[in-house]
């Protein structure tokens, strides 16, 4: 009788964890990427500017800054990727940031991470880093 309770338990066990199997959210393979990049900004509260780093290249970014948020738009080859922010220290500048979707080949982008930098004036030098799926 022991064998046969154990027996039965072990294929409920079963059961139950290939029912969770099937019912677990597929991904869509995207591998986590890893951000190190430095943003250069001029025109402090509304701003343009350049992105460089990793992942995604050079590009430009668009954006403004209304302590404590920060929201700006960056553009690459193949689409943009939005970024909403806080600031939590003004001297030296620091925060954290996530992706809050995008177009094109970054429709799909998430993530986040932290940034830090400088501001001098109406010029912000950023250093963003973390990550981002897309």
């Known amino acids: 009788m022991t ?12 059961t139950i964890a290939a029912a969770f199997a099937v019912a677990a959210p597929a991904t869509n393979g995207a591998a986590s ?4 990049a430095t943003v250069k900004v001029k025109g402090v509260p509304s701003f343009t500017g350049t992105v460089s780093g990793r992942p995604y290249g ?6 403004s800054l209304s302590l404590p948020n920060l929201n700006a738009t960056l553009k690459y080859s193949g689409g943009t990727v939005r970024i909403r922010g806080k600031v939590t220290s003004a001297s030296p500048v620091r925060g954290t940031w996530k992706a809050a979707g995008g177009t094109g080949k970054f429709r799909n982008v998430s993530g986040g991470g932290s940034f830090s ?7 912000a030098t950023l250093r963003f880093r973390g990550s981002v799926r897309d």
């Open 33 to 36: 990427k890893s951000v190190n």
């Open 117 to 123: 930098g400088s501001l001098k004036g109406t010029k």
């Open 58 to 63: 050079n590009g430009t970014v668009r954006g």
């Open 3 to 14: 064998l046969t309770v154990m027996n039965r338990w072990a294929a409920g066990a079963a």
